[in-house]
């Protein structure tokens, strides 16, 4: 049964950045799709960035483009979401997420309804 787990959020004044890992384990990562997704206060949850099964597809929210980056390390089975220029607006519970991606080694998807495998969140709180 794969589990993920979220690290490396915290709380970060407006332009710093943190990286947030996103580490497997009792499965491999290698067949998966992985999203990141956030969900602040009130809000529903969005997506952030997704990242294929070979890792030659990327998609970015509009919010974050330029500013966010997703990586991902199959040897490491860890996918990361490097965050810079980091503002208010960025303070979330971030969530990685993985689905089954036999099918289609390019596939990226920003939504949540494929995702199958969820991690517990990391708190990102971006203040002064």
């Known amino acids: 049964q794969l589990q993920l787990v979220e690290s490396g959020g915290g709380l970060v004044q407006p332009g710093g950045s943190l990286r947030l890992s996103c580490a497997a384990s009792?499965?491999?990562?290698?067949?998966?799709?992985i999203g990141w997704f956030r969900q602040a206060p009130g809000k529903e949850r969005e997506g952030v960035s997704c990242?294929?099964?070979?890792?030659?597809?990327?998609n970015y929210a509009d919010s974050v483009k330029g500013r966010f980056t997703i990586s991902r390390d199959n040897a490491k089975n860890t996918v990361y979401l490097q965050m810079n220029s980091l503002k208010p607006e960025d303070t979330a519970v971030y969530y990685c997420?993985?689905?089954?991606?036999?099918?289609?080694?390019?596939?990226?998807?920003?939504?949540?309804?494929?995702?199958?495998?969820w991690g517990q969140g990391t708190q990102v709180t971006v203040s002064s």
């Open positions: 990242i294929s099964r070979s890792g030659d597809n990327t």
């Open positions: 009792g499965s491999t990562l290698n067949y998966r799709g």
């Open positions: 997420a993985a689905f089954s991606a036999l099918l289609s080694q390019s596939m990226c998807v920003m939504a949540p309804g494929p995702y199958n495998y």
